[in-house]
């Protein structure tokens, strides 16, 4: 399975253009987050990602809540929202978590969840499959500008447990199309350029 994966696009409409150019010969893509910025104009890079010719997988980040991306997204047939929830495609499960995790700085207009509330929506994630977290884990790809590891502990934890194939992520733009291993498993902060992977096939998860 060939995945497009991306995030943190934050209303650039060039960047999304390009991401569908890029989806023409993959499988599915997956957005990680942040396609608004603080709570506005969400729809402005969905609408242009609704040409996606593929199956798309999408998790509100931090500048959008659930209800928020579920609006923009109406009317896309070929669109899983995951928040929480899961999907199986071709015989891959993909697990998704939204927000920043742990609760940002940024203050009421983020949408956030605390490590208790992320470890409880994380609770039904599969083994082996793909986990989609707006927010990296705590101790991979999640260094900022200013040296600090802003990290999820309960999406670090998850991966400890559930042993995914590979974690999409973004969030900390200073990682943005970075790759690592954590843990066994593979995980990218996606970024807004985009990141093609080849997945193994689901009789390798």
């Known amino acids: 399975m060939k995945l497009l994966l991306f995030s943190d696009l934050h209303c650039s409409l060039r960047a999304a253009q ?13 957005g990680a987050g942040d396609f608004g910025q603080v709570r506005t104009r969400v729809s402005a890079c969905i609408d242009i990602l609704r040409d996606l010719p593929c199956p798309s997988i999408v998790v509100p980040g931090n500048n959008e809540s659930l ?12 669109v899983h929202i995951l928040h929480g929830t899961g999907v199986t495609i071709d015989g ?4 998704g978590l939204g927000g920043g995790v742990p609760v940002t700085p940024f ?3 983020s949408y956030d969840f605390t ?3 992320a470890a409880g929506l994380l609770k039904d994630c599969p083994a082996g499959g793909v986990l989609v977290s707006h927010s990296p884990p705590k101790g991979c790809l999640d260094v900022a500008g200013n040296g600090a590891g802003l ?15 590979l974690v999409v992520c973004g969030h900390i733009h200073a990682c943005a199309g970075r790759t690592e ?9 996606a970024g807004p350029a985009g990141v093609i992977l080849k997945l193994p096939s689901a009789s390798h998860l």
């Open 115 to 117: 490590e208790e509330e």
């Open 67 to 78: 209800d928020e991306l579920k609006s923009a997204c109406r009317g896309w047939q070929t």
């Open 151 to 165: 990290g999820s502990t309960a999406v670090r934890d998850v991966i400890r447990a559930k042993k995914p194939v």
């Open 18 to 30: 390009r991401l569908v150019t890029m989806a023409a010969d993959v499988d599915v893509a997956i």
């Open 92 to 95: 891959v499960h993909f697990f």
């Open 181 to 189: 291993k954590f843990h066994g498993t593979t995980v990218v902060n």
């Open 107 to 109: 203050g009421e207009w």
